[in-house]
């Protein structure tokens, strides 16, 4: 069974830095394009990042380009998300979601088949 469990979400000021993590069982990581999201109060769930199987290609939306850096590492089967320089329309939950066919490129238009529960991220002004 395939699970994936987000963490390192919490209260931070605005101009300050969060390192989500997700944690990954039952999956063969390695082969998987992966990808964060994020879902603000009475909004649509939206894509924020997206990595490739191998880490070589990552993507962005326009909204953290420049301030959030997605990584992955393959041996640990753990994906991270480098927030910085947050702001308080960041403020959502976010979750990671694994692509559901493999070597995919975690291209955002991508299907992805698995997701954690979420970890909420609040930025105060």
């Known amino acids: 069974q395939v699970q994936l469990t987000e963490s390192g979400g919490g209260l931070v000021q605005a101009g300050g830095s969060l390192r989500l993590s997700c944690a990954t069982s039952?999956?063969?990581?390695?082969?998987?394009?992966m990808g964060w999201f994020r879902q603000a109060p009475g909004k649509e769930r939206k894509f924020v990042g997206g990595?490739?199987?191998?880490?070589?290609?990552?993507w962005y939306s326009e909204s953290v380009e420049g301030r959030f850096t997605i990584s992955r590492d393959n041996a640990e089967g753990t994906l991270y998300l480098q927030m910085n320089l947050l702001k308080p329309e960041d403020t959502a939950i976010y979750y990671c979601?694994?692509?559901?066919?493999?070597?995919?490129?975690?291209?955002?238009?991508?299907?992805?088949?698995?997701w954690g529960q979420g970890t909420q991220v609040t930025v105060s002004s």
């Open positions: 979601a694994a692509e559901r066919a493999q070597y995919g490129l975690g291209y955002p238009k991508n299907i992805f088949g698995s």
């Open positions: 039952g999956l063969s990581f390695s082969r998987y394009g």
């Open positions: 990595i490739s199987w191998d880490g070589r290609k990552t």
